[in-house]
């Protein structure tokens, strides 16, 4: 099979049960997100999303369903160098300073071109960081990690990338910078699931939103479809959670 040919992430039946729950965290969640596509993942908390990107990554263990990256098993080797994940909490190695800690992950990705410390600068410009590449991680904002977070993606290009609420807490310059960033991804063909709250974000880059409730998907929106009716996507999202089914 030509992996290019195939769709950058294909889930088809996905179960999942923590040990302590007597519901099914997610049951029978299928879904493909294409190339060049930009797709949004909301719904309560609890809904499931966080779940279900664990799952992409194989940091946990499904109880069914398949996860195909690029018409691989997720868990082939070397399927994970193919995406990237931005979790929602920063865990980075403080002890490391911006620059190093992107030099580390072109080597871990294989992409020398990415270590290049002029490119590297100018992202932390563009982002509002000059000066502060050379700075320890430890002393980073809040904001400022997840900005590092954001320039590791822009930087590497993965043909999949998945982002967990890494767009909270980072400011109006940074925001634009990315939804900037998020159309020129979607323009090379590579893709992006992004999993948020921010429903007006979803509205200006989204092509897709999948909507989570009680660990079922209960609407696939087309986005342009629901702005070019005149609605508003969180009225559409909200309106869908009411009328589905309790789980």
Known sequence: MNTFDSPP??????????RSA???ALAGVTFMVEAGEVVGLVGPNGSGKTTLV?????LIEGKGGSILVNG????AEGVRTEMIYLPSD??????LTGLEYLQVLAGLYREPGCAD????????????MAGRAGDLIEDYSHGMQKKLLLISAFLLRRRLTVIDETLNGIDLDALDACKEEFL???ARGQSVLVCTHDLGLLEEIAHRVLVLRGGRL?????????VGNGSQLKLVVRSTLSEAEPP
Do not use: K
């Not at 294909?10 to 923590?18: S, T």
């Not at 410390?117 to 509002?128: D, H, K, L, S, T």
């Not at 209960?218 to 629901?226: F, G, I, R, T």
């Open 218 to 226: 209960v609407a696939d929106l087309e986005v342009p479809s629901v």
């Open 22 to 24: 007597d519901a099914y």
């Open 72 to 75: 691989q098993d997720h868990r």
């Open 117 to 128: 410390e002029i490119r590297i600068r100018e992202q932390f410009v563009r982002f509002g």
């Open 184 to 186: 020129n991804m979607a």
């Open 90 to 95: 920063n865990v980075l190695p403080e002890f």
């Open 9 to 18: 992430l294909n889930a088809y039946e996905l179960a999942f049960r923590y």
């Open 54 to 58: 664990h799952l992409i990554f194989n």
